[in-house]
């Protein structure tokens, strides 16, 4: 019985890490996309702000 208890315990941590592995690639996509956002948005504005020197 002590056998079937360790297994238990041992699956339960294993779900945890996979659980945490899965949230913290989750959130590094969403970080990503969002430095990437703001990429977009920062190279628009310097675009801009050289074609209104341009002028």
């Known amino acids: 019985m ?3 208890s360790l297994w238990i315990s041992d699956f ?3 779900d ?5 592995a899965i949230s913290q ?8 996309s969002f430095n ?9 504005t ?3 702000a050289g074609a209104a020197m341009a002028e």
Request: proline fraction near 0%; charge should be neutral; hydrophobic fraction near 40%.
């Open 46 to 48: 310097t675009s801009k």
């Open 25 to 32: 690639s989750i959130a590094d996509r969403k970080n990503e």
């Open 36 to 44: 990437a956002n703001k990429l977009a948005v920062a190279s628009d």
């Open 12 to 14: 339960d941590s294993f």
């Open 2 to 4: 002590a056998h079937a």
């Open 16 to 20: 945890f890490f996979f659980r945490e």
